[in-house]
């Protein structure tokens, strides 16, 4: 709550100072890098509650570290995952487009639980992410639909249409719930965000390969900057960082994955807002 007024005051008072008719994003210091790492071949990443980061090698391999780097499981090379979610720990969700199947691991990548999407919840499932409410979103590339369904009924309690026009050709990558929204990347136009009915309530327009939430806060990379997005004052904070291609932030660490598929690890530990629910 501190870090939210201090913050706050901070930018009025940069306003009144500055004549400025907007408010500019506050830059924070940069962070101190304690660790690199060197991989080949990363596809993806996640982070579970924990902190834990996970990352997806092209050959379809998971790999789980802790907030140090210190490998903490591994699953061999396998069908490359289109989506995989570790925060509902401890369980691990994997979404495989090519077959259409779930697969839910346990906290060491281990004996999976595997279903598939039925047909009658969605023609062509593109991406599939589990709700807090142990429900599924599913984006339908028959009709880019988003639709939230009872995986035991195969009953469809929600859908709604997203408008395309004027976007081009999407590249949807990621979908995610959280905090009662439903969230949507195009790689190329930026994160769409909904309510839980369906309605387009904002749009970040960026470039970006991934996100995730810090508290109240939608975290994304653009170039060499964290971006903080405050989804409830709409406020933003930066965080300079090296350029990279994906980023992780966390209580303790921002994990920075570079185009040379180095994974940087940096100390940061910036406090967050107590006034809602933290989730990752």
């Known amino acids: 709550m501190n870090r939210i007024i201090s913050l706050r005051l901070l930018m009025v008072a940069g306003f009144f100072c500055t004549g400025?008719?907007?408010?500019?994003?506050?830059?924070?210091?940069?962070?101190?890098?304690?660790?690199?790492?060197?991989?080949?071949?990363?596809?993806?990443?996640?982070?579970?509650?924990?902190?834990?980061?996970f990352i997806v090698f092209k050959n379809g391999g998971i790999k789980k570290y802790d907030a140090n780097g210190k490998?903490?499981?591994?699953?061999?090379?396998?069908?490359?995952?289109?989506?995989?979610?570790?925060?509902?720990?401890?369980?691990?969700?994997?979404?495989?487009?090519?077959?259409?199947q779930i697969m839910i691991y346990d906290h060491n990548l281990q004996f999976p639980q595997i279903g598939k999407i039925d047909p009658a919840i969605a023609?062509?499932?593109?991406?599939?992410?589990?709700?807090?409410?142990?429900?599924?979103?599913?984006?339908?590339?028959?009709?880019?639909?988003?639709k939230k369904a009872n995986p035991s009924t195969s009953k469809v309690l929600l859908e709604f249409?997203?408008?395309?026009?004027?976007?081009?050709?999407?590249?949807?990558?990621?979908?995610?719930?959280?905090?009662?929204?439903?969230?949507?990347l195009d790689k190329y136009s930026g994160i769409f965000i909904?309510?839980?009915?369906?309605?387009?309530?904002?749009?970040?327009?960026?470039?970006?390969?991934?996100f995730g939430f810090y508290g109240e806060e939608l975290f994304y990379l653009v170039d060499d900057r964290v971006i903080f997005y405050?989804?409830?004052?709409?406020?933003?904070?930066?965080?300079?960082?090296?350029?990279?291609?994906?980023?992780?932030?966390?209580?303790?660490?921002?994990f920075l994955i570079k185009n040379n598929d180095r994974v940087v690890i940096y100390e940061f530990l910036a406090e967050v807002s107590d006034?809602?629910?933290?989730?990752k």
């Not at 509902?88 to 259409?100: A, E, G, S």
């Not at 408008?163 to 009662?180: A, C, H, I, W």
């Not at 904070?237 to 966390?250: C, D, L, M, S």
């Open 20 to 53: 400025a008719m907007f408010l500019t994003p506050a830059i924070a210091q940069v962070p101190k890098k304690i660790k690199e790492l060197s991989f080949k071949n990363i596809e993806n990443v996640s982070v579970d509650r924990l902190g834990n980061l």
């Open 194 to 210: 909904f309510n839980n009915l369906g309605k387009k309530i904002n749009h970040v327009k960026c470039t970006t390969q991934n």
């Open 230 to 254: 405050d989804l409830y004052s709409e406020r933003t904070r930066e965080v300079k960082i090296e350029p990279g291609k994906f980023v992780i932030a966390t209580d303790e660490r921002i």
């Open 123 to 146: 023609v062509n499932p593109f991406l599939v992410c589990p709700t807090n409410d142990n429900k599924l979103l599913v984006l339908d590339e028959a009709d880019w639909s988003i």
């Open 161 to 184: 249409n997203i408008d395309t026009l004027g976007m081009g050709k999407p590249v949807f990558s990621y979908l995610r719930e959280y905090q009662n929204l439903i969230f949507l």
């Open 71 to 100: 490998e903490l499981a591994v699953l061999k090379k396998g069908d490359l995952p289109t989506l995989i979610e570790p925060w509902y720990h401890p369980k691990i969700f994997v979404y495989n487009r090519l077959t259409q």
């Open 275 to 279: 006034e809602k629910p933290r989730e």
